[in-house]
C-alpha cells in the first residue's frame, strides 16, 4: 500500500475512530428499514420522478430511495445522529449488482453506493464537532443469494450464484462506497461465510488495486436459538474462519432480540482479538410482523452487556428508531468499553465448529 487516500479528512478520521474505539463504547445507529417504512411509501413514492415509467414495480426497494427520494435517506441519517449515532451507515444494503436484479437496475448499483455514500457524508459531516467526528460505514449486505446452500431440495449440489459473481458484485459495491466517501467497509447480516469470505476477497483485492485501505467490519447473523449462521457455523467458527481480514470489529446483528442474542455474543467477544460490535432486533417479530421491544426494555440488556464487557460498538436492527438509540447512548455512556483479549498462537480450524490444537 503506497498510494495516499485522495479523499479529504478520510485518514484523520480513521486514526479518529481507532482512538475513540480504544476509549469508549461508540454508538452505531439502527434501522433503515423501520425508519423507511414509517413513511408508507406507495409504488409512485418509491419511483419518484426519476423512474416515473420504470418498466418494473419498485415499491420496497428501499435503496433505490438514495437516488429517487434523498431527501428521506438524508432525513434518516440526520435523525440517528441527532439520536446520538456516531456511525451511521449508508442505506445501501441490498445495493448489489445481484440484489438489485429483481428490479432490474442492476446497472445502478454503483450509482447508488456512490450517492449512498455522498448522503451520508454529507450528513455526518455537518453533525460532527471538532474533537467529535461522526462516521460513515459502507453498508454491504449478503445479497439475496447464497453460496453454500442449494436453492432445490432435490438438488444438493446445484447453486444459484458462484464465487466469481459475488466476489465482482461486492467489489464494485465497495469501490463507489469508498469513492462516495465512507470511512469503513462494513459487511453485515453474514448468513452465509462463503459469501462473506467473497466479500472479504474483493475488498482486499480492490485496497490492492487502489493502493490504500480503510477499515473493514464484520457482522454475522445468527438464525435461531441453535446458536449457528444459516450456512451451519457457530460464532467461534465464523471468526475462525474470518479472522484472517483483519477486521476493526466483527460481531453479530439482525434475526434475534437482545435476550436471544447475548450468549452469542459473549463467545464471540471471548475469542475475537479486534473490537466487538453487536446490533440486535428489536426482539422476535410479533404476529403483525412489528417488534415488540421497546426504547427502555433493550436499553436495559445493552447496560448489562457493557458493563458485563461485551461491547466496543452497539447499536440497533430491525425494528429499532432512533429513540432506541438515544436510549442505548443514554445506557453505555462513561461504561469502560470491552478489553481486546490477547490470544496466544496456536492452530484454529473451523468447519461447522471450531477446532483449536492443543501445545
Same mark, same amino acid.
Given at each position: 500500500?503506497?498510494?495516499?487516500? &485522495? ?25 433503515? /428499514? ?6 408508507? *411509501?406507495?409504488?409512485? /413514492? ?24 434523498? #431527501? ?59 474533537? @467529535? ?12 443469494? !447464497? ?9 444438493? +449440489? ?18 463507489? $462506497?469508498? #469513492? ?7 459487511? #453485515?447480516?453474514?448468513?452465509?461465510? %462463503? ?50 481480514? @483483519?477486521?476493526?470489529?466483527? /460481531? ?23 473490537? %466487538?460490535?453487536?446490533?440486535?432486533? +428489536? ?6 410482523? /412489528? ?5 427502555? !426494555? ?5 447496560? #448489562? ?5 461485551? *461491547? ?8 429499532? !428508531? ?15 468499553? @470491552? ?14 465448529? &471450531?477446532?483449536? $490444537?492443543?501445545?
Amino acid at each position: 500500500m503506497s498510494a495516499t487516500d &485522495p479523499f479529504p479528512g478520510r485518514p484523520e478520521r480513521i486514526s479518529a475512530l481507532k482512538a475513540a474505539l480504544a476509549e469508549r463504547i461508540v454508538t452505531l445507529d439502527g434501522a433503515a /428499514g423501520t425508519f423507511i417504512q414509517s413513511y408508507g *411509501l406507495d409504488e409512485a /413514492g418509491y419511483r419518484g420522478s426519476r423512474f416515473g415509467d420504470w418498466p418494473s414495480d419498485v415499491k420496497g426497494n428501499n435503496d433505490l430511495l438514495i437516488l429517487s427520494r434523498p #431527501e428521506i435517506v438524508a432525513e434518516m441519517h440526520r435523525a440517528y445522529l441527532a439520536a446520538g449515532a456516531e456511525i451511521i451507515e449508508t442505506n445501501t444494503f441490498s445495493s448489489t449488482t445481484i440484489a438489485q436484479a429483481d428490479y432490474g437496475m442492476e446497472a445502478l448499483a454503483y450509482e447508488m453506493n456512490v450517492e449512498g455514500a455522498r448522503l451520508a457524508r454529507a450528513e455526518a459531516d455537518k453533525a460532527s464537532e471538532p474533537n @467529535r467526528p461522526r462516521w460513515v460505514a459502507g453498508a454491504v449486505g449478503p445479497t439475496n443469494r !447464497t453460496a453454500s446452500i442449494s436453492p432445490d431440495v432435490n438438488d444438493p +449440489a446445484k447453486r444459484n450464484v458462484d464465487f466469481d459473481a459475488l466476489v465482482a458484485a461486492y467489489g464494485e459495491a465497495a469501490r463507489g $462506497l469508498i #469513492e462516495g466517501g465512507a470511512d469503513t467497509i462494513l459487511i #453485515e447480516t453474514i448468513f452465509d461465510t %462463503l459469501n462473506a469470505k467473497a466479500a472479504i476477497y474483493a475488498v482486499r483485492a480492490l485496497f490492492d488495486e487502489l493502493g490504500f485501505e480503510v477499515p473493514v467490519m464484520l457482522s454475522v447473523t445468527i438464525t435461531d436459538q441453535s446458536g449457528r449462521t444459516l450456512s451451519g457455523q457457530t460464532a467461534e467458527a465464523f471468526w475462525y474462519s474470518v479472522r484472517h481480514a @483483519r477486521p476493526l470489529s466483527v /460481531g453479530i446483528n439482525c434475526a434475534l432480540g437482545p435476550d436471544l442474542m447475548r450468549p452469542f455474543v459473549a463467545d464471540l467477544a471471548r475469542v475475537a482479538d479486534c473490537y %466487538l460490535s453487536a446490533y440486535p432486533n +428489536a426482539g422476535l417479530p410479533n404476529a403483525f410482523g /412489528g417488534y415488540d421491544e421497546t426504547p427502555s !426494555t433493550m436499553a436495559k440488556h445493552l447496560d #448489562e452487556w457493557a458493563r458485563s464487557g461485551l *461491547l466496543n460498538i452497539v447499536g440497533g436492527c430491525c425494528g429499532t !428508531t432512533p429513540d432506541h438509540i438515544a436510549a442505548f447512548a443514554r445506557a453505555v455512556k462513561g461504561v469502560s468499553p @470491552r478489553s481486546v483479549p490477547v490470544t496466544l498462537p496456536a492452530l484454529r480450524l473451523s468447519g461447522l465448529e &471450531p477446532f483449536t $490444537l492443543a501445545r
